[in-house]
């Protein structure tokens, strides 16, 4: 059984940075991909950011040019660094292991409040 347990989170002042961390333990085996995801109140789940097996990386317009996944495989860790955060930043933030033959795993998630 596969676990992810993120970090990082917390409250910073527009404009500021944080940079969340996502552990995962198990047999983790064959990957598709690693993902972030978030979650503001009232609102659905959102995909911000995606690595691939082979290292390709996606992001959602409104973090693009702001955050950055990347990944340290032989820690079984991702990670998400984001600058220049802005309020409507604010939200749970979410790892997700897309996997084969198998439903994606996800985390606990961590909070992230950017407020003055």
């Known amino acids: 059984q596969v676990q992810l347990v993120e970090s990082g989170g917390g409250l910073v002042q527009p404009g500021g940075s944080l940079r969340l961390s996502c552990a995962a333990s198990?047999?983790?085996?064959?990957?598709?991909?690693w993902s972030w995801y978030r979650q503001a109140p009232g609102k659905q789940r959102e995909l911000v950011a995606v690595?691939?097996?082979?290292?390709?990386?996606g992001y959602s317009d409104s973090v693009k040019g702001r955050f950055t996944i990347s990944r340290d495989n032989a820690k079984n860790l991702v990670y998400l660094q984001m600058n220049s955060l802005k309020p409507e930043d604010t939200a749970v933030y979410y790892c997700?292991?897309?996997?084969?033959?198998?439903?994606?795993?996800w985390g606990q998630g961590t909070q992230v409040t950017v407020s003055s």
């Open positions: 690595m691939s097996r082979g290292g390709n990386m």
């Open positions: 198990g047999s983790i085996g064959s990957i598709y991909a």
């Open positions: 997700n292991l897309a996997v084969p033959t198998q439903t994606p795993y």
